[in-house]
T-cell receptor
Framework: DTAVSQTPKYLVTQMGNDKSIKCEQN?????MYWYKQDSKKFLKIMFS???????INETVPNRFSPKSPDKAHLNLHINSLELGDSAVYFC?????????????FGPGTRLTVL | QQQVKQSPQSLIVQKGGISIINCAYE??????FPWYQQFPGKGPALLIA?????SEKKEGRFTISFNKSAKQFSLHIMDSQPGDSATYFC?????????FGAGTTVTVRA
């Protein structure tokens, strides 16, 4: 009955590697988001997609590439990982773009780059 | 550049006490002010929210006070319980984007 799920929960990798984080929501929502939460717990939007269309693309390095194969999935691929990419990444969804004030967050993926 | 400033960074309150978290913003275009609650190891969850044309909103033990002229808003947790121990984020929204404050970790001592 999980609403927004992410895999993996933990990811430890070496600098320079490429990794992906997967997100799925079973709420029937049209809009999905990726957030980065740094070590000080500051939460910042990275991307949002509505019906598979990119809506928000914050000033994120182009090493980060979101991919939305369908409305229920929004995956995050990261190339050439750097130490500064270490953070907790949250996926979220909202019913629609107009409902962006109420977002449902996944449990997070803790990425550690060594 | 943080658009929403939140304080304090952390607070400790005794069970039954009142927790108060303050937030301030500059951009008058913000049109909605939600609060999110995050438990350790979990994602944030919407707790309560207010529009700028309302000065106060109460839901159970949680109350938002909003001062539009001062561009400030605050969350009051009345009769704080150990189960309220969490990190609380204020946020402000416009243009399909939430801007979060830095978070306040609340610890309620039994």
């Amino acid at each position: 009955d999980t609403a927004v799920s992410q895999t993996p929960k933990y990811l430890v990798t070496q600098m320079g590697n490429d990794k992906s984080i997967k997100c799925e929501q079973n709420l029937g929502h049209d809009t999905m988001y990726w957030y980065k939460q740094d070590s000080k717990k500051f939460l910042k939007i990275m991307f949002s997609y509505n019906n598979k269309e990119l809506i928000i693309n914050e000033t994120v390095p182009n090493r980060f590439s979101p991919k939305s194969p369908d409305k229920a999935h929004l995956n995050l691929h990261i190339n050439s990982l750097e130490l500064g990419d270490s953070a907790v990444y949250f996926c979220a969804s909202s019913q629609g773009l107009a409902d962006y004030n109420e977002q449902f967050f996944g449990p997070g993926t803790r990425l550690t780059v060594l | 550049q943080q658009q929403v400033k939140q304080s304090p960074q952390s607070l400790i309150v005794q069970k039954g006490g009142i927790s108060i978290i303050n937030c301030a913003y500059e951009n008058t275009a913000f049109d909605y002010f939600p609060w999110y609650q995050q438990f350790p190891g979990k994602g944030p969850a919407l707790l309560i929210a207010i529009r700028p044309d309302v000065s106060e909103k109460k839901e159970g033990r949680f109350t938002i006070s909003f001062n539009k002229s001062a561009k400030q808003f605050s969350l009051h947790i009345m009769d704080s319980q150990p189960g309220d121990s969490a990190t609380y984020f204020c946020a402000a929204s416009k243009d399909y984007k939430l801007s979060f404050g830095a978070g306040t970790t609340v610890t309620v001592r039994a």
